[in-house]
């Protein structure tokens, strides 16, 4: 595989991983701090053959990508705080209609117009429960340009073999920040399964143990029905409690059954008696106290890097801390993961937070005075 | 059944459909089955899509590609389908309320791109799956569930607001008048650009018995006799208080598809 350094910003890396991972499809609509990524794609989709397409706004973006993406194109959209709200029906359309998408969320300070220009790590339930009804949904959080690219490969990936919509969740310093990366210049990436049924036998929401069963798309002859309704598995509504039952849970085992390979994270010195908890462009900040807390005391401390937010893996969790005494979560957010954690940990352990939310990043000196 | 229909349809078990006795949309989904199947074209290379709303239920009774979207998100979603699948002929049918009222920015905005796609709107003046509330199109005055005194608001002329967005084909037709609206239909479906056809229809149910019009063939009667072609309208006051039916307005105008062609092929420097 070849390789070349280049200086890129995370907007520039996930818009290269998204065309070198097959996004032939955007429509978004411009917002700071993500429209870097609309802009090169308006660039660089034409000379491949793709379409750009500037839509009206943020719903209009998300129902044209999953309109071309039932339609086989691999697609995506990228959008901030204010845009992501709008996208919200759209996301939970995808989910329930099973259309492979990919959404990038630049985080931005909110609520409402918030902080254009600064950074905020606020969007993280906003990202898992921002569409109404019961859902599954499965969100990274890349903290670097370097993994603004590979995440962004990594949920065309698991966007198209689970079939569902898949949450990119950079933040305003990821997105913005430039770095020496060398990337690659191809990467393989997971293709949609095709159906080889004959349209009569075909169904689009057909029983499959890893929930990745093949899907037809709009023009390949089968005459297929895509409907926001519970639907049945030939995709026709029904009112029926047995198959509505069977529809929710396929959508929540869907990630039950492949929670264990779609957790990521990384960590180090996790027998350390406390260990930091952090993800995205705070894990930077925190992953240099711990390096400085280390130089003054001696003492280790462990570091805990989530890369998967959503779905989290409790479990997996429990086990990562179970020799922690003291765990301290740092987040730009009023305290949003933070839930999640305290509720892996064993009763009896500390949790605290560093939290920040005026649009500054968490220096490395306020996570030290929690440690 | 008519033979050649029945091939358009899914007989074998979405129906009987949910309309009620003496809806419009019925009629409305047989002039378009009959332009799709006079128009000889092959039923795997169309995807007709919907929001959502009485209209918007056609889509499932259709055997080609169907799309049933959100409320008022048709227009975005077959954008999106017409862009990556460009030989598709997609077909948009839907509500006054859903084209109109939640997704009237998007009408607007894909009349301006002038992309190919066929919008069939059906009027029945109301939001009929919600109960008979008001619409963008219920007539200052006119009763609906959320107007009990008759509406405030002022209506849309729908095919007027199509022509200044930049639709380069509109039209009007009843739910009395199919085999007209079907020839408009086929006129729509073959012009290249954003193409729009009005179906005035009936909705006894609500519409019709908030506002005392009578059944089914009371109103069908009104379209009849209060219906002027537009070759019949020779000055302003003709149309008075009248439906125009027929082309109202046709223009050529490049189309998105192929202006974006252009820029693939600048982009590529061919
Ligand atoms: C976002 C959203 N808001 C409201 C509704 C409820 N709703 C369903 S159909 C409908 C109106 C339908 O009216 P129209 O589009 O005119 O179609 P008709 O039923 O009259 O054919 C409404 C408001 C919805 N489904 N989604």
């Known amino acids: ?357 005026d649009g500054e990043l968490i220096t490395p000196e306020e996570v030290l005075a929690a440690l | 059944m008519n033979i050649e229909i029945a091939e358009y349809l899914r007989l074998d078990d979405r129906f009987p459909h949910i309309l009620c006795p003496g809806c419009g949309i019925g009629s409305a989904m047989n002039a378009m089955v009959r332009a799709i199947s006079e128009s000889s074209m092959n039923k795997n290379e169309i995807c007709v899509v919907s929001g959502i709303g009485c209209s918007s239920r056609v889509p499932g009774y259709i055997d080609c590609d169907t799309f049933h979207t959100l409320h008022g998100r048709a227009i975005p979603s077959a954008t999106g389908i017409k862009l990556a699948r460009p030989e598709m002929e997609v077909i948009v049918i839907a509500g006054d309320g859903d084209l109109l009222a939640i997704g009237g920015n998007h009408f607007i905005h894909a009349a301006r791109r002038n992309l190919d796609l066929t919008v069939i709107l059906i009027n029945n003046f109301n939001y009929g799956m919600t109960g008979g509330q008001f619409s963008p199109t219920t007539p200052q005055g006119k009763r609906g569930t959320t107007a009990p005194y008759g509406s405030v608001e002022r209506d849309f002329n729908v095919c007027e607001m199509a022509k200044v967005a930049g639709a380069v084909f509109v039209a009007r037709s009843t739910t009395y008048h199919t085999p007209h609206l079907k020839g408009l239909i086929k006129q729509a479906m073959k012009k290249k650009g954003f193409a729009v056809i009005e179906v005035v229809s009936q909705c006894p149910t609500l519409y019709g018995r908030l506002n005392r019009m009578g059944d089914a063939i009371k109103m069908l009667e009104y379209y009849r006799d209060n219906s002027i072609t537009v070759t019949q309208v020779k000055e302003p006051k003709d149309a008075e208080g009248k439906i125009v039916i027929g082309v109202l307005w046709e223009t050529e105008a490049p189309e998105y598809s192929e202006v974006y062609k252009k820029v693939i092929d600048i982009a590529q420097k061919k």
């Open chain 1, 1 to 357: 595989m070849n390789q070349r350094s280049e200086l890129l910003s995370g907007n520039e890396a996930t818009a290269l991983a998204a065309i070198k991972g097959g996004v032939r499809f955007f429509g978004g609509y411009p917002i700071t701090p993500s429209t870097e990524i609309a802009e090169i794609m308006a660039l660089e989709l034409p000379k491949l053959g793709g379409v750009f397409i500037q839509m009206e706004d943020e719903i209009a973006s998300i129902c044209a990508i999953i309109g071309a993406s039932a339609a086989g194109m691999k697609s995506m959209t990228a959008t901030s705080g204010p845009g992501f709200s709008l996208m919200q029906e759209g996301i939970g359309y995808a989910i329930m209609t099973e259309v492979p998408t990919v959404i990038v969320n630049v985080q931005r300070g909110g609520p409402a117009t918030g902080l254009p220009t600064k950074v905020a790590q606020g969007d993280v339930m906003a990202a898992r429960w921002g569409t109404h009804g019961d859902h599954p949904a499965v969100v990274l959080s890349p903290w670097s340009v370097l993994e603004s690219f590979t995440l962004t490969v990594k949920a065309i990936e698991i966007s198209e073999r689970l079939r569902m919509p898949i949450i990119l969740l950079s933040d305003e310093i990821v997105g913005h920040m430039r770095e020496v990366v060398s990337l690659p210049d191809s990467v393989s990436v997971y293709e949609r399964k095709k159906p080889t049924k004959s349209p009569d036998e075909y169904l689009h929401y057909a029983d499959d143990t890893n929930y990745d069963s093949p899907i037809a798309s709009f023009g390949e002859g089968y005459r297929i029905h895509i409907s926001g309704l519970t639907h049945r598995k030939d995709g026709f509504p029904t009112n029926d409690p047995k198959t509505i039952a069977w529809k929710m849970d396929r959508l929540r085992n869907k990630i039950d059954q492949n929670r264990d390979w779609l957790h990521y994270s990384e960590q180090f010195d996790l027998d350390a008696e406390t260990i930091i908890i952090s993800y995205g462009s705070s894990a930077r900040t925190s992953l240099e106290a711990k390096y400085e807390y280390e130089k003054k005391s001696g003492k280790k401390i462990g570091f805990l890097r989530l890369i998967t937010l959503w779905p989290f893996h409790y479990k997996k969790l429990t086990e990562l801390l179970k020799n922690a005494k003291r765990v301290v979560v740092v987040e730009m957010n009023q305290g949003q993961m933070i839930r999640e954690i305290s509720r892996a940990v064993p009763r009896g352990i500390d949790v605290t937070g560093v939290n920040r939310v």
